[in-house]
T-cell receptor, first 114, second 112 residues
Framework: EAGVAQSPRYKIIEKRQSVAFWCNPISGHATLYWYQQILGQGPKLLIQFQNNGVVDDSQLPKDRFSAERLKGVDSTLKIQPAKLEDSAVYLCASSLRDGTDTQYFGPGTRLTVL | RKEVEQDPGPFNVPEGATVAFNCTYS??????FFWYRQDCRKEPKLLMSVYSSGNEDGRFTAQLNRASQYISLLIRDSKLSDSATYLCVVNRGNTGGFKTIFGAGTRLFVKA
């Protein structure tokens, strides 16, 4: 079974630039999550989709971050404009039904903002 | 105060040792609990779910204490390959579904 796919794996940008990340969850998984993990910290949930509806985006900095999950499958996370403090690993995960299920993570995108 | 708290460690133990980690959570409405393992520069992976009655998987034992609002992970006969960060995960009800909160993780180093 194919796992969660993410791209790109690495991205270096300058502050105030824009960046987008892509995630393809495990086939058939209804729930998709985007996390931000800063070095030395646990993953912080940015947004959770169930199918193509948003379940939780309370920790998403909506002035600069946006995410969508079209057709309830793939998802993109965008940052515009980026700040230095956005440097982190952005992890995408999916689960079969809802937040009580096992989450399967992709390899992450390591973002460096200079 | 963070909703899910863990001792960051690091825990440095010799091979064969027994080591235990605790994780406390502040929201009494929390419903499901997990331990995930994260290797250096890798993504988190599920280690085990934590059930009210406690559960064991080989050398790993997880316990839940709802009254005191903590979960624990016990690793017996530590192996070098157990070196990793162990993340405590709590799910609680939220508008429209469940919210997942990760702890900051406890780092374990097992030495020969």
């Amino acid at each position: 079974e194919a796992g969660v796919a993410q791209s790109p794996r690495y991205k270096i940008i300058e502050k105030r630039q824009s960046v987008a990340f892509w995630c393809n969850p495990i086939s058939g998984h209804a729930t998709l999550y985007w996390y931000q993990q800063i070095l030395g910290q646990g993953p912080k949930l940015l947004i959770q989709f169930q199918n193509n509806g948003v379940v939780d985006d309370s920790q998403l900095p909506k002035d600069r971050f946006s995410a969508e999950r079209l057709k309830g499958v793939d998802s993109t996370l965008k940052i515009q404009p980026a700040k230095l403090e956005d440097s982190a690993v952005y992890l995408c995960a999916s689960s079969l039904r809802d937040g009580t299920d096992t989450q399967y993570f992709g390899p992450g995108t390591r973002l460096t903002v200079l | 105060r963070k909703e899910v708290e863990q001792d960051p460690g690091p825990f440095n133990v010799p091979e064969g040792a027994t080591v235990a980690f605790n994780c406390t959570y502040s929201n009494s409405a929390s419903q499901s609990f997990f331990w995930y393992r994260q290797d250096c520069r890798k993504e988190p992976k599920l280690l085990m779910s934590v059930y009210s009655s406690g559960n064991e998987d080989g050398r790993f034992t997880a316990q839940l204490n709802r009254a005191s609002q903590y979960i624990s992970l016990l690793i017996r006969d530590s192996k070098l390959s157990d070196s990793a960060t162990y993340l405590c995960v709590v799910n609680r009800g939220n508008t429209g579904g469940f919210k997942t909160i990760f702890g900051a993780g406890t780092r374990l180093f097992v030495k020969a």
